[in-house]
T-cell receptor, first 116, second 110 residues
Framework: DAMVIQNPRYQVTQFGKPVTLSCSQT?????MYWYQQKSSQAPKLLFH???????NEADTPDNFQSRRPNTSFCFLDIRSPGLGDTAMYLC???????????????FGEGSRLTVL | QKEVEQNSGPLSVPEGAIASLNCTYS??????FFWYRQYSGKSPELIMS????GDKEDGRFTAQLNKASQYVSLLIRDSQPSDSATYLC??????????FGSGTRLQVQP
C-alpha cells in the first residue's frame, strides 16, 4: 500500500545530542511537511517542501533543519535537542492542487522524541 | 489570537447520541477546511473536508461551514465508543500548509 513511513517510531536522546528523523513516501506527492506536536497541543508546522523549494516557518528554531534529497525522502535534523523539544514529530505529504491551495494531508505514524 | 480555535473539552456524550464539535478561524481568506481524528499516541487521520458553505455528509459524519461567521462544525451521529478521540480542525490559509487547532477531546460513554 502507498503510504508515509517514519523512522524511528520512538527515539530517546540526551540533551544536546543530535537527532535525525526520517520520512519516506510512496505516494509520489510533491509536497512534504514536518509538524511538531506536543502533548495536548495543535500540530505546529516547522517547515515544508514544495518540490525542492524549502519553506521555513518564521518561528521554527534554528536548531531544526531539514533535507529532501529526492521526492520520496525527507529528513528532520535537530542539531542540539533541548528538553523542550520532547514531542511527536509528524511527517505529512500532499498532492499540490494548484495555486496556493493545500490538498489533503497524509500523515505518517509519527516519531516520538524524548529528550532527557 | 489563535488562527484556529477549538474547545479542548472533554466533550462527553452517551453512546448513540449526536456529538457536535465546533471550530472558529480568524483568517477570512481561508478556503478549505478539514477535520482530522487523532487517537491517543497516534497520527491524525482525515475524516472530512469541506470547501463550500453549507453541509457535507459522509456516513455518520456531517461537516458544516459558514464562511460569513468563520465557523466550521462536525456532527457525529449515532456516536460509538470507538469515536472517542481528539478531533482536530484544520484550515488552509493559502500558504500551501494547514493550520491546526489544538483539538477537542470526545468521550463516548457506553
Amino acid at each position: 500500500d502507498a503510504m508515509v513511513i517514519q523512522n524511528p517510531r520512538y527515539q530517546v536522546t540526551q540533551f544536546g545530542k543530535p537527532v535525525t528523523l526520517s520520512c519516506s513516501q510512496t505516494l509520489n506527492h510533491n509536497v512534504m511537511y514536518w509538524y511538531q506536536q506536543k502533548s495536548s497541543q495543535a500540530p505546529k508546522l516547522l517547515f515544508h517542501y514544495y518540490d525542492k523549494d524549502f519553506n521555513n516557518e518564521a518561528d521554527t528554531p534554528d536548531n531544526f533543519q531539514s533535507r529532501r534529497p529526492n521526492t520520496s525522502f525527507c529528513f528532520l535534523d535537530i542539531r542540539s535537542p533541548g528538553l523542550g523539544d520532547t514531542a511527536m514529530y509528524l511527517c505529512a505529504t500532499s498532492r499540490d492542487p494548484g495555486g496556493t491551495n493545500t490538498g489533503e494531508l497524509f500523515f505518517g505514524e509519527g516519531s516520538r522524541l524524548t529528550v532527557l | 489570537q489563535k488562527e484556529v480555535e477549538q474547545n479542548s473539552g472533554p466533550l462527553s456524550v452517551p453512546e448513540g447520541a449526536i456529538a457536535s464539535l465546533n471550530c472558529t478561524y480568524s483568517d477570512r481568506g481561508s478556503q478549505s477546511f478539514f477535520w482530522y481524528r487523532q487517537y491517543s499516541g497516534k497520527s491524525p487521520e482525515l475524516i472530512m473536508s469541506i470547501y463550500s458553505n453549507g453541509d457535507k455528509e459522509d456516513g455518520r459524519f456531517t461537516a458544516q461551514l459558514n464562511k460569513a461567521s468563520q465557523y466550521v462544525s462536525l456532527l457525529i451521529r449515532d456516536s460509538q465508543p470507538s469515536d472517542s478521540a481528539t478531533y482536530l480542525c484544520a484550515a488552509d490559509t493559502g500558504r500551501r500548509a494547514l493550520t491546526f487547532g489544538s483539538g477537542t477531546r470526545l468521550q463516548v460513554q457506553p
